[in-house]
């Protein structure tokens, strides 16, 4: 079994997408984790993570606060939701962190 692991930097130079997971004989095995991360206030910040810890494929959102958030995925086929995952991230990356700055000025203006 070989791991595959890389990170992509977005146009903004400030979020990027986190992608590791493993195959055998060309098919994914496990996803370890698909994440989007943003530099915010000089440091990066997980904000949405997809992976199989737990014993299933879930998405978790990530708050300021610590808490997060399980959404279990569907995943028959691993290698369709590693791709899915991804897509959704390059996706809509612009309103996952929008909707945790919001959260994240918030906090700290309290």
Do not use: C
């Not at 000089?42 to 959404?71: C, M, S, T, V, Y």
């Not at 290698?79 to 612009?94: C, F, N, P, V």
């Amino acid at each position: 079994m070989s791991e595959k692991f890389w990170i992509q930097d977005f146009e903004t130079g400030l979020d990027r997408l986190r992608v590791h997971f493993r195959v055998k004989l060309g098919q994914v095995q496990e996803i370890i984790v698909i994440q989007y991360e943003a530099y915010i206030d000089g440091q990066w910040h997980a904000i949405i993570r997809f992976d199989e810890a737990h014993g299933f494929f879930h998405r978790d959102i990530l708050f300021p606060n610590g808490q997060q958030e399980k959404i279990t995925e569907l995943a028959n086929d691993k290698g369709l939701a590693l791709t899915q995952a991804i897509e959704d991230i390059k996706q809509s990356w612009r309103s996952y962190r929008k909707a945790y700055e919001d959260k994240y000025y918030e906090k700290k203006e309290n």
